[in-house]
């Protein structure tokens, strides 16, 4: 925890009156998988998407190798280039190919020629074994396969940092695999990443470090064997008892 | 029965249990009378509606003189070829006006749709000018543009009625287009947004790479529905003297005091809509099946 990457002090957000963050802490070291947990409507998603400033918060700090992500030398897409993020709904862009999907943040954002986005995305897709899903539009794919695109869409523009949130929450059971298997992969290579998920077994399996969130506090982190066999807040103990007892534990 | 076959399947039985498995149902076939019996009973009902809407009029005291004076073949033959000339000019107007509406409608949508303190002018001004021109009657613009502005000698701009008559239509129809495409930009989901943003687009390159393409795929029936719509009200212009299919026919009629002109008129009106109003119900057709694939 030397190399800090993520830095996120006093954090405070409203949604009208109702407090949805309340003065959360938390550090993520670089290479560092960190796993929110918690019951819906617990601040999990709404922090995640204040780390790369797609929501606003109140009060606080977030920064990004301790820079305020909200300082102006990050420029207007300095923060988006650095922190790649993941959604539910995959949010693939319909009416475009896979290919067209990740290269329009390189080539129009970022600058890279066409031919070189192409044959960088081409790569990549390689890598996850998408490779012959390129010209493939969203509507052709499996959810599974959906939301792998999604990811390879967030790496090609060479983040630091992934956020996940609830990737396989919208996806059928057997498709659940194949994604998840991606993000370990991610894992191996050394990605920082902050996750969003419901899906226990593999937050105990991949998190270095797992964060219970209640009422928009940290109410209770540590490694996942820790959390998860001898957890000591009771709301961690009661959350974890509903969890096991529908069977996703 | 059925589960053991299956299981059996499974394991890659062979024929003999490929034979066992039950057919597929046959595809229900319609009797010849429940074929016939529903499409004979429409046209007979259409048959009746408007064989007797025509038994009516023709069997009408006065209605010799009216067929002699609306539905003469020989008057119809003779205005004809002016009458198409004049036609001629509707299309062209239509044309015209279509690309201005949609170019004038698109701005105007993203002129609303952005977002920020800078931009509120624009806002401002969007919502004035929709609730102007959608309250004022396109009759009503067609005269005072057509008559007044050319009576301004404006410097430098045409001063014929025709170009201040289809410039009316592109201002009155553009605000109904306006409203149409921000409805197709507001339909594009939220996420879309929100991944645009997260990729580092800008509000400008959000909208013409993720949202727009999206929006008027969207509106795309809706549009062809006003498209039928302006096809006929290009007609208004024969108000202010141009001399589209209407006004041709009205000079028919002054001169000979023959109104099978005006129908003759009509019917190539006719001719034009139908096929436009089939072709915006198929696409619009199409469209929901690739809704419901989306949804699927």
């Given at each position: 925890?030397?190399?800090?990457?993520?830095?996120?002090?006093?954090?405070?957000?409203?949604?009208?009156?109702?407090?949805?963050?309340?003065?959360?802490?938390?550090?993520?070291?670089?290479?560092?998988?960190?796993?929110?947990?918690?019951?819906?409507?617990s601040?999990?998603?709404?922090?995640?998407?204040?780390?790369?400033?797609l929501?606003?918060?109140?009060?606080?700090?977030?920064?990004?190798?301790?820079?305020?992500?909200?300082?102006?030398?990050?420029?207007?897409?300095?923060?988006?280039?650095?922190?790649?993020?993941?959604?539910?709904?995959?949010?693939?862009f319909?009416h475009?190919?896979?290919?067209?999907?990740?290269?329009?943040?390189?080539?129009?954002?970022?600058?890279?020629?066409?031919?070189?986005?192409?044959?960088?995305?081409?790569?990549?897709?390689?890598?996850?074994?998408?490779?012959?899903?390129?010209?493939?539009?969203?509507?052709?794919?499996?959810?599974?396969?959906?939301?792998?695109?999604?990811?390879?869409?967030?790496?090609?523009?060479?983040?630091?940092?992934?956020?996940?949130?609830?990737?396989?929450?919208?996806?059928?059971?057997?498709?659940?695999?194949?994604?998840?298997?991606?993000?370990?992969?991610?894992?191996?290579?050394?990605?920082?990443?902050?996750?969003?998920?419901?899906?226990?077994?593999?937050?105990r399996?991949?998190?270095?470090r797992?964060?219970?969130?209640?009422?928009?506090?940290?109410?209770?982190?540590?490694?996942?064997?820790?959390?998860?066999s001898?957890?000591?807040?009771?709301?961690?103990?009661?959350?974890?008892?509903?969890?096991?007892?529908?069977?996703?534990? | 029965?059925?589960?053991?076959?299956?299981?059996?399947?499974?394991?890659?039985?062979?024929?003999?249990?490929?034979?066992r498995?039950?057919?597929?149902?046959?595809?229900?076939?319609?009797?010849?009378?429940?074929?016939?019996?529903?499409?004979?009973?429409?046209?007979?009902?259409?048959?009746?509606?408007?064989?007797?809407v025509?038994?009516?009029?023709?069997?009408?005291?006065?209605?010799p003189?009216?067929?002699?004076?609306?539905?003469?073949?020989?008057?119809?033959?003779?205005?004809?070829?002016?009458?198409?000339?004049?036609?001629?000019?509707?299309?062209?107007?239509?044309?015209?006006?279509?690309?201005?509406?949609?170019?004038?409608?698109?701005v105007?949508?993203?002129?609303?749709?952005?977002?920020?303190?800078?931009?509120?002018?624009l806002?401002?001004?969007?919502?004035?000018?929709?609730?102007?021109?959608r309250?004022?009657?396109?009759?009503?613009?067609?005269?005072?543009?057509?008559?007044?502005?050319?009576?301004l000698?404006?410097?430098?701009?045409p001063?014929?009625?025709?170009?201040?008559?289809?410039?009316?239509?592109?201002?009155?129809?553009?605000?109904y287009?306006a409203?149409?495409?921000?409805?197709?930009i507001?339909?594009?989901?939220?996420?879309?947004?929100?991944?645009?943003?997260?990729?580092?687009?800008?509000?400008?390159q959000?909208?013409r790479?993720?949202?727009?393409?999206?929006?008027?795929?969207?509106?795309?029936?809706?549009?062809l529905?006003?498209?039928?719509?302006?096809?006929?009200?290009?007609?208004?212009?024969?108000?202010?003297?141009?001399?589209?299919?209407?006004?041709?026919?009205?000079?028919?009629?002054?001169?000979?005091f023959?109104?099978?002109?005006?129908?003759?008129?009509?019917?190539?009106?006719?001719?034009?809509?139908?096929?436009?109003?089939?072709?915006?119900?198929?696409?619009?057709?199409?469209?929901?099946?690739?809704?419901?694939?989306?949804?699927?």
């Amino acid at each position: 925890m030397t190399d800090r990457c993520i830095s996120i002090s006093g954090v405070t957000k409203y949604y009208g009156n109702v407090l949805v963050l309340d003065d959360v802490d938390l550090d993520v070291g670089r290479h560092e998988v960190v796993c929110l947990i918690g019951a819906s409507g617990s601040g999990k998603s709404t922090l995640l998407r204040c780390i790369n400033g797609l929501t606003e918060f109140d009060h606080g700090t977030i920064s990004l190798d301790g820079v305020s992500i909200e300082d102006p030398s990050w420029g207007r897409n300095g923060i988006y280039r650095r922190i790649g993020i993941v959604f539910q709904s995959y949010n693939l862009f319909p009416h475009m190919s896979v290919m067209e999907n990740i290269t329009l943040a390189p080539i129009q954002v970022h600058g890279v020629p066409a031919s070189e986005a192409m044959a960088k995305g081409r790569e990549l897709l390689d890598a996850f074994g998408m490779g012959r899903f390129a010209n493939a539009y969203p509507e052709q794919l499996s959810g599974g396969q959906q939301q792998r695109v999604a990811i390879v869409r967030a790496l090609a523009t060479h983040p630091q940092v992934l956020l996940l949130d609830e990737v396989t929450a919208a996806l059928d059971p057997e498709l659940v695999g194949e994604v998840l298997a991606v993000i370990r992969r991610l894992k191996a290579e050394g990605m920082t990443m902050v996750i969003v998920t419901h899906e226990m077994g593999f937050a105990r399996d991949v998190a270095d470090r797992v964060c219970f969130l209640d009422g928009g506090r940290i109410l209770e982190q540590g490694p996942p064997k820790a959390l998860f066999s001898a957890p000591e807040n009771p709301r961690t103990q009661k959350f974890l008892q509903r969890i096991i007892e529908a069977g996703r534990l | 029965m059925t589960v053991e076959v299956s299981v059996q399947d499974s394991k890659g039985g062979g024929p003999v249990e490929e034979a066992r498995r039950p057919l597929p149902p046959a595809r229900k076939k319609a009797s010849a009378a429940e074929r016939y019996v529903p499409a004979a009973i429409s046209i007979l009902m259409v048959g009746l509606v408007f064989g007797g809407v025509i038994y009516a009029v023709t069997s009408a005291e006065q209605w010799p003189r009216i067929a002699r004076q609306f539905f003469d073949l020989n008057a119809m033959a003779i205005s004809f070829p002016k009458v198409l000339a004049g036609f001629w000019l509707n299309i062209q107007v239509w044309v015209v006006c279509l690309f201005g509406i949609m170019a004038w409608g698109l701005v105007l949508a993203l002129f609303r749709s952005l977002s920020g303190p800078w931009f509120a002018p624009l806002r401002v001004f969007t919502v004035v000018y929709i609730d102007l021109f959608r309250g004022l009657p396109v009759l009503l613009l067609v005269l005072i543009f057509g008559f007044g502005i050319p009576a301004l000698n404006l410097p430098g701009l045409p001063n014929s009625a025709l170009f201040w008559g289809a410039t009316a239509m592109i201002i009155s129809y553009a605000a109904y287009s306006a409203e149409i495409f921000r409805s197709g930009i507001e339909a594009v989901h939220d996420g879309q947004w929100a991944a645009s943003r997260a990729l580092g687009l800008s509000q400008w390159q959000t909208m013409r790479f993720a949202i727009l393409p999206q929006a008027i795929r969207n509106v795309v029936p809706v549009l062809l529905n006003l498209a039928v719509a302006l096809q006929k009200d290009v007609a208004l212009l024969s108000v202010i003297g141009v001399r589209d299919a209407v006004r041709e026919a009205q000079i028919y009629t002054a001169q000979t005091f023959n109104y099978s002109s005006l129908i003759a008129a009509a019917l190539l009106f006719l001719v034009a809509t139908i096929p436009l109003a089939r072709l915006t119900d198929y696409i619009a057709r199409k469209d929901r099946k690739r809704r419901l694939q989306g949804v699927l």
